[in-house]
């Protein structure tokens, strides 16, 4: 509740308070665990005669936080912002019902298939569903209107003279999307993120005397502008650069590019020991990151092997269903981190596909049949990110997927949660296994290599989730990773 007595701060904390009193801009990198919504209230506690906002990832964090913050502040997402300024004009559109495939094409008039090659032909529905999908990633963007830019990559286009055509075809029609969107008497189905775009688009100016923008390192282009806008405002950028896992699907990192008085680091984690610790400083290094972590002492952490921990984090989708099964199997209560919509989605299309009947699902959109997807896989460079998913739906059948998602129970029930990386990122939990498709980078020689920046900080937010026991499972090849460097008396680098 408001009002709630807050620690004393640490060195860190304490530098941070000073460098927001001075009335500067910040930039306040947080490492894993490290108290870093302690440390935004103890900065608002130190100006309660003035008015500010804390920007929050998404409503539950922002609940959370306000029951907690100085009064002076407000807590809300920037959902919540626009909804309040621009969203209550179109508030009876929002939650409406559901427009098919075929009537959104109808809206936009998309009225007959278009040839994109010799090889691809798209029904008017889906040409609909990725021009929506276009206007999509407008709203996530910074941009005016929807152009090239927006179109999403499509599996199975590939070539740049197929690209282009497709975009020819596209992006008109995703401009129609928006025209209906933005009328408060249109047609197609309303979401929240129309109206955030269309409150950006405003220039909005907030009332407050300091902003603070949680989760830096992740925010949409859309946000990441508004909250730029405030230039009558104090302003300071929260986040841990190393955590930017999310570029994949339009998100920036806001500090690299912010304008800062102060650049200040939270690297003590009240999370885990210093077991756990040592090994984030490992990917922090190969990261060449300036941060560093330090584990708390009191906290005993440590490096073991785990036959059923709290948690089972995947890289991918489809080792997170294998270990559904595998659960099923022991009979151990399951449950799965945002319930699999998205695999059961998948195994879904693959059920129609082997129908011959398509599918507008986004990653499989441009294939008529589940052969093409075999086929694409198995022979074209661009299938390798699907080629684990298609074999487990071989191996398996689409049926038994859904089957084992459905089977998943509630957290509240599991004795064990699964989960992708990406989807554990903000989660922790006392015992974490490392699935085993982190697998290792090699070379053509079969030399291992250094894994791409992205996979490095997934590595890193999935090492960072466990308080006591990490068991590194398909991370633990890390050491032999760093062998040439610490045998060369070099250390971690970095």
Same mark, same amino acid.
């Given at each position: 509740m408001a009002g709630a007595v807050v620690p004393k701060p640490t060195g860190e904390q304490q530098a941070a308070i000073e460098g927001f009193t001075s009335g500067g801009h910040m930039i306040l990198e947080a490492g894993a665990g490290s108290g870093k919504t302690t440390t935004l209230k103890m900065l608002a506690g130190q100006a309660p005669s003035r008015r500010g906002v804390y920007l929050a990832f998404n409503k539950a964090v922002? !609940? @959370?936080?306000?029951?907690?913050?100085?009064?002076? &502040?407000?807590?809300?997402?920037?959902?919540?912002?626009?909804?309040?300024? +621009?969203?209550?004009?179109?508030?009876?559109?929002?939650?409406?019902?559901?427009?098919?495939?075929?009537?959104?094409?109808?809206?936009?008039?998309?009225?007959?298939?278009?040839?994109?090659?010799?090889?691809?032909?798209?029904?008017?529905?889906?040409?609909?569903?990725?021009?929506?999908?276009?206007?999509?990633?407008?709203?996530?963007?910074?941009? !005016? @209107?929807p152009g090239p830019q927006h179109?999403?990559? &499509?599996?199975?286009?590939?070539?740049?003279?197929?690209?282009?055509?497709? +975009?020819?075809?596209?992006?008109?029609f995703a401009r129609n999307a928006w025209a209906d969107l933005t009328s408060v008497d249109g047609r197609l189905r309303f979401s929240h993120d129309v109206y955030l775009k269309v409150w950006q688009l405003s220039g909005p100016r907030l009332d407050v005397d300091f902003v603070l923008l949680d989760e830096a390192q992740d925010s949409n282009p859309v946000v990441v502008d508004m909250f730029n806008r405030q230039q009558n405002a104090q302003r300071v950028l929260v986040g841990d650069a190393n955590q930017a896992?999310?570029?994949?699907?339009?998100?920036v990192d806001a500090m690299a590019t912010f304008d800062a008085d102060h650049h200040l680091y939270l690297s003590q984690s009240f999370r885990f020991g210093p077991a756990v610790a040592d090994e984030a400083n490992k990917w922090l290094g190969l990261l060449e990151a300036t941060l560093r972590i330090s584990g708390t002492a009191a906290i005993s952490s440590r490096l073991a092997p785990l036959g059923q921990p709290d948690a089972v984090l995947c890289r991918t989708n489809a080792a997170a269903v294998g270990a559904l099964l595998d659960f099923h199997e022991a009979g151990v209560p399951v449950a799965i981190v945002g319930g699999g919509w998205d695999i059961k989605r998948f195994a879904e299309a693959a059920i129609t596909l082997k129908a011959g009947a398509g599918t507008h699902h986004p990653e499989l959109a441009a294939f008529q049949t589940w052969?093409?997807?075999?086929?694409y896989v198995d022979n074209d460079h661009g299938g390798a990110d699907l080629k684990v998913f298609v074999r487990l739906i071989d191996s398996h059948g689409p049926d038994t997927v859904i089957a084992a998602v459905d089977k998943a129970v509630d957290e509240g029930r599991a004795r064990v949660t699964v989960s992708t990386a990406h989807k554990a990122k903000g989660r922790e939990w006392s015992t974490v296994k490392i699935a085993d498709d982190f697998t290792r980078p090699k070379d053509t020689t079969g030399e291992l290599q250094q894994p791409s920046r992205p996979d490095q900080m997934l590595a890193y937010v999935s090492i960072t989730r466990a308080r006591h026991v990490l068991d590194r499972g398909g991370l633990a090849w890390v050491d032999e990773l760093l062998a040439p460097l610490t045998g060369r008396g070099e250390g971690v680098p970095g």
């Open positions: 922002a !609940v @959370e936080a306000g029951r907690s913050f100085p009064r002076n &502040v407000q807590c809300a997402t920037a959902h919540s912002l626009a909804f309040r300024t +621009v969203g209550r004009q179109f508030k009876h559109r929002l939650n409406g019902r559901r427009v098919r495939g075929r009537e959104t094409a109808r809206i936009l008039g998309v009225n007959e298939p278009f040839r994109i090659s010799d090889l691809l032909m798209l029904a008017p529905a889906q040409v609909a569903r990725i021009a929506m999908e276009t206007v999509t990633r407008f709203c996530y963007s910074a941009d !005016v @209107e179109v999403p990559a &499509v599996t199975g286009v590939d070539e740049d003279a197929v690209r282009r055509e497709l +975009v020819k075809v596209v992006v008109p896992i999310y570029g994949w699907r339009g998100a052969g093409q997807v075999q086929d």
